[in-house]
Nanobody, 124 residues
Framework: QVQLVESGGGLVQAGDSLRLSCAAS????????WGWFRQAPGKEREFVAA?????GYADSVKGRFTISRDNAKSTVYLQMNSLKAEDTAVYYC????????????????????WGQGTQVTVSS
């Protein structure tokens, strides 16, 4: 049984940092590429970042967020710096097969498994 469990969310002020973690079990972690998505209230879920053989980011977070992975710990991270109110959302991690072009993993259909999400709230 595959489980992806996100953690690290919370309430912070604009300009602060947070690091989200996604711990995976029931899956061979190193054989998958990983992504982070987010969904703000009243909006559709959107791509944030992905990591496979390389990494890629949405324009809205480029330069502020960093995705990384630790295969030994079966964990993928999202370091979020200089947070803005518009970053407020539920953040989800997801796993999918590797793709040569990392930005083709910006679509939800690229992923096989999803976590339940962690809330990030940024107050302005």
């Amino acid at each position: 049984q595959v489980q992806l469990v996100e953690s690290g969310g919370g309430l912070v002020q604009a300009g602060d940092s947070l690091r989200l973690s996604c711990a995976a079990s029931g899956v061979t972690f190193s054989r998958y590429a990983w992504g982070w998505f987010r969904q703000a209230p009243g909006k559709e879920r959107e791509f944030v970042a992905a990591i496979g053989w390389s990494s890629g980011y949405a324009d809205s977070v480029k330069g502020r967020f960093t995705i990384s992975r630790d295969n030994a710990k079966s964990t993928v991270y999202l370091q979020m710096n200089s947070l803005k109110a518009e970053d407020t959302a539920v953040y989800y991690c997801a796993a999918g097969p590797y793709r040569r072009n990392i930005m083709t993993m910006s679509g939800e259909s690229a992923y096989d498994y999803w976590g339940q999400g962690t809330q990030v709230t940024v107050s302005s």
